[in-house]
T-cell receptor, first 114, second 113 residues
Framework: EAGVVQSPRYKIIEKKQPVAFWCNPI?????LYWYRQNLGQGPELLIR????????DSQLPKDRFSAERLKGVDSTLKIQPAELGDSAVYLC????????????FGQGTRLTVV | QQQVKQSPQSLIVQKGGISIINCAYE??????FPWYQQFPGKGPALLIA?????SEKKEGRFTISFNKSAKQFSLHIMDSQPGDSATYFC????????????FGAGTRLAVHP
């Protein structure tokens, strides 16, 4: 089966500009996660979706970050406006949605804010 | 309470040697402890995982040792190979699932031929 697909792979933007990341999860996976991985660190959860519903967005900086998962499949993560500290790899992952199932990660989008 | 502390930051091992990476946690509510392997430019991939009801789990050359009383767990890679060179992350979650994985900071392993 195809894995989690993310685009773009790389993005360089100037600070204060908007940016959006796209994720297509594995077919049939109801749970979708967005993680942020800073250089030299482990991933940190930003938001988790169960189908269309955001069930855990406690660590999403809501003043500048937004996410959506229309129709419970693809998802978009947006930052507006971007700050220098947002430079990181943004990882999308998906799982079947039941407890104890493995989360599969995409390759990530490397964002550089200059 | 939510932190998972991982050591060492980096590790160099000769081919055929044993690689050992350690993690410690504080939150006793954690009940699932996976290890992830990440190659450059790739997303993390699940390597092996353990639950607190067992003290050891082995899959091929990879073994997790778990010490519930000490709140520590470790990854052992036997007969380390150059292809094992990657960054390894320990993680922990509550309620047995992947709902909210708390990751350690990672260990960069280099296996020299």
């Amino acid at each position: 089966e195809a894995g989690v697909v993310q685009s773009p792979r790389y993005k360089i933007i100037e600070k204060k500009q908007p940016v959006a990341f796209w994720c297509n999860p594995i077919s049939g996976h109801n749970t979708l996660y967005w993680y942020r991985q800073n250089l030299g660190q482990g991933p940190e959860l930003l938001i988790r979706y169960e189908n269309e519903e955001a069930v855990d967005d406690s660590q999403l900086p809501k003043d500048r970050f937004s996410a959506e998962r229309l129709k419970g499949v693809d998802s978009t993560l947006k930052i507006q406006p971007a700050e220098l500290g947002d430079s990181a790899v943004y990882l999308c992952a998906s799982s079947r949605g039941q407890a104890n199932t493995e989360a599969f990660f995409g390759q990530g989008t490397r964002l550089t804010v200059v | 309470q939510q932190q998972v502390k991982q050591s060492p930051q980096s590790l160099i091992v000769q081919k055929g040697g044993i690689s050992i990476i350690n993690c410690a946690y504080e939150n006793t509510a954690f009940d699932y402890f996976p290890w992830y392997q990440q190659f450059p430019g790739k997303g993390p991939a699940l390597l092996i995982a353990i639950r607190p009801d067992v003290s050891e789990k082995k899959e091929g050359r990879f073994t997790i040792s778990f010490n519930k009383s000490a709140k520590q767990f470790s990854l052992h890679i036997m007969d380390s190979q150059p292809g094992d060179s990657a960054t390894y992350f320990c993680a922990a979650s509550m309620q047995g699932g992947y709902n909210k994985l708390i990751f350690g900071a990672g260990t960069r392993l280099a296996v020299h031929p």
